[in-house]
């Protein structure tokens, strides 16, 4: 299970990229939120804010999906500002993006009316899935705080189905070509798969995976 959510909308089209505010109080942080999402499909980074008084005017002028927020701000707290945005804003969304990964933090972003939250050494394929889901009206917790929401989980929970099906494929010898092939998707998916297999699971590398796969398939 990589994420907990609540379907409500579709998911955005190519069309319709997702509209992004990055807010935090560190120009390089915000800098590198912008490189990591360029290439991230449907999501469009449309302003960055500093602090709160010029993320309010962004939110005033500007056409706003999302709102990736810092919990560490310094003239007022991301737990705070999520709130006064979830009141004067309600049609956007906020993810929260923190270096923090305690369930006290997490626990108090969702208090706030934050419909997510991401730890900001995830990856950015991880930031981009987290940014669509919460537009689409889901709530989406990346697997470092889903697991302290939820504790302890089995490989079975963990997992998505589709994961669970590529490491049952693996576990019969079969390359990523050949997977993508029995499955109807492309190898770059594939390997994104087995990337976040690896993450999931703590597995150190390929051999680590087979070996997990081979002795323990899932179903």
């Given at each position: 299970?990589?994420?907990?959510?609540?379907?409500?909308?579709?998911?955005?089209?190519?069309?319709?990229?997702?509209?992004?505010?990055?807010?935090?109080?560190?120009?390089?942080?915000?800098?590198?939120?912008?490189?990591?999402?360029?290439?991230?499909?449907?999501?469009?980074?449309?302003?960055?804010?500093?602090?709160?008084?010029?993320?309010?005017?962004?939110?005033?002028?500007?056409?706003?999906?999302?709102?990736?927020?810092?919990?560490?701000?310094?003239?007022?707290?991301?737990?705070?500002?999520?709130?006064?945005?979830?009141?004067?804003?309600?049609?956007?969304?906020?993810?929260?993006?923190?270096?923090?990964?305690?369930?006290?933090?997490?626990?108090?972003?969702?208090?706030?009316?934050?419909?997510?939250?991401?730890?900001?050494?995830?990856?950015?394929?991880?930031?981009?899935?987290?940014?669509?889901?919460?537009?689409?009206?889901?709530?989406?917790?990346?697997?470092?705080?889903?697991?302290?929401?939820?504790?302890?989980?089995s490989p079975e929970q963990m997992l998505s189905r589709r994961e669970v099906d590529i490491l049952n494929l693996l576990a019969k010898g079969m390359s990523s070509k050949g997977i993508a092939n029995d499955l109807g998707i492309s190898?770059?998916?594939?390997?994104?798969?087995?990337?976040?297999?690896?993450?999931?699971?703590?597995?150190?590398?390929?051999?680590?995976?087979?070996?997990?796969?081979?002795?323990?398939?899932?179903?």
């Amino acid at each position: 299970m990589e994420t907990m959510n609540v379907p409500t909308t579709a998911e955005p089209t190519a069309a319709t990229a997702v509209r992004v505010l990055c807010v935090d109080d560190h120009p390089l942080v915000l800098e590198g939120l912008r490189a990591r999402l360029a290439d991230e499909p449907q999501i469009e980074v449309v302003g960055e804010a500093t602090d709160a008084p010029t993320v309010l005017q962004r939110l005033d002028t500007l056409a706003v999906d999302v709102v990736l927020l810092d919990i560490g701000m310094r003239d007022i707290s991301g737990i705070e500002l999520a709130q006064i945005i979830r009141h004067r804003y309600p049609r956007v969304q906020v993810l929260m993006l923190s270096m923090y990964d305690t369930k006290e933090h997490i626990d108090a972003a969702i208090a706030a009316g934050a419909r997510g939250y991401v730890v900001k050494d995830e990856p950015a394929w991880q930031i981009g899935m987290a940014v669509r889901a919460v537009a689409s009206g889901r709530s989406y917790y990346s697997p470092t705080a889903a697991d302290r929401l939820l504790g302890p989980r089995s490989p079975e929970q963990m997992l998505s189905r589709r994961e669970v099906d590529i490491l049952n494929l693996l576990a019969k010898g079969m390359s990523s070509k050949g997977i993508a092939n029995d499955l109807g998707i492309s190898v770059r998916t594939v390997e994104t798969h087995r990337m976040s297999i690896r993450r999931k699971l703590n597995l150190g590398g390929q051999a680590e995976l087979i070996k997990f796969a081979v002795e323990r398939v899932l179903r």
